[in-house]
């Protein structure tokens, strides 16, 4: 089975600010990767699949970039309603996997 | 527009068994993979199991293996995940989701129901 790493587990950060999310899976896949948003007490969302395809209706601030074992999400200037949880996910293989998370917290 | 609604979980005794349901609307249901994932209390995502559009090719984490038994019902637009032996650490919210195609390897996820929750205690 394939593992993701996702760094940092939290990150603060203050509204306008550019953030990063990096995910490392155990082996390539590809650009077989999406990202999904999680806000307390809600389901994910998706963000992104194909590593860098914007899934409709999803502000243009977020972006997402790599190849290989390594990728990233970036939020180019933070708002307020993008303070939550995001994971990253490989569907490169069966059984999917997920990143273990990272916390985005207003500084 | 695109619905997954979860039901079924609820309080069972550890060693208990419990059926959930997901109802689609919205799409096609009988074209899409369909998948269930859980969360733990304040833990991350595990992806728990899948099967095909038809039906007739399934897939479980080890986790869950001999265990949950996934199926689908295309005549009525649901997906069903009957839990048996349940274990403390089975206890999670529930999502079922809709992968992006018919088979469900290379999948990504989208949308995802509302979760049902899932308590295992005596």
């Known amino acids: 089975d394939i593992q993701m790493t996702q760094s940092p587990s939290s990150l603060s950060a203050s509204v306008g600010d550019r953030v990063t999310i990096t995910c490392r899976a155990s082996?390539?896949?590809?650009?077989?990767l999406a990202w999904y948003q999680q806000k307390p007490g809600k389901a994910p969302k998706l963000l992104l699949y194909?590593?860098?395809r914007l899934e409709t209706g999803v502000p243009s601030r977020f972006s997402g970039s790599g190849s290989g074992t390594d990728y990233t999400l970036t939020i180019s200037s933070l708002q307020p309603e993008d303070f939550a949880t995001y994971y990253c996910?490989?569907?490169?293989?069966?059984?999917?996997?997920f990143g273990q998370g990272t916390k985005l917290e207003i500084k | 527009e695109v619905q997954l609604v979860e039901s079924g979980g609820g309080l069972v005794q550890p060693g208990g068994s419990l059926r959930l349901s997901c109802a689609a609307s919205?799409?096609?249901?009988?074209?899409?993979?369909m998948h269930w994932v859980r969360q733990a209390p304040g833990k991350g995502l595990e992806y728990v199991s899948a099967?095909?559009?038809?039906?007739?090719?399934?897939y479980y984490a080890n986790s869950v293996k001999g265990r949950f038994i996934i199926s689908r019902d295309n005549s009525k637009n649901t997906l069903y995940l009957q839990m048996g032996s349940l274990r403390a650490e089975d206890m999670a919210v529930y999502y079922c989701?809709?992968?992006?195609?018919?088979?469900?390897?290379?999948?990504?996820?989208?949308?995802w129901g509302q979760g049902t929750l899932v308590t295992v205690s005596s």
């Open positions: 989701v809709r992968g992006c195609s018919a088979w469900y390897d290379n999948n990504w996820f989208d949308p």
């Open positions: 919205g799409f096609t249901f009988r074209t899409y993979a």
């Open positions: 099967i095909s559009s038809s039906g007739g090719s399934t």
């Open positions: 082996q390539g896949i590809t650009n077989s």
């Open positions: 194909a590593a860098s």
């Open positions: 996910q490989q569907y490169y293989v069966t059984p999917a996997a």
